[in-house]
């Protein structure tokens, strides 16, 4: 018995192979597509990064203001 769909023609169970039916190929497609989105994160990390060093007020390699206090325990010893 045949079915129908919308479009008027009958629809008949076929045998297709495995991957014949497949939707669509697997493999080097999809690792460029993959390589090429993980590149252009690490570029737009590295722009952020970047961004981030040029407005950042203190720079890295300045050198930490330094405090001197006394020791504890020597505030009442006179030398």
């Not at 919308?6 to 690792?31: E, H, I, M, Y």
């Amino acid at each position: 018995m045949d079915r129908q769909q919308n479009t008027g023609r009958p629809v008949t169970d076929t045998k297709v192979s495995t991957d014949k039916a497949r939707q669509g190929k697997a493999g080097r497609p999809v690792l460029f597509v993959l390589i090429a989105a993980l590149v252009l994160v690490a570029i737009a990390w590295f722009a952020a990064e970047m961004f981030g060093q040029s407005i950042d007020p203190t720079p890295d390699n300045a050198p930490a203001p330094s405090t001197q206090t006394e020791p504890a325990g020597n505030s009442g010893v006179n030398n």
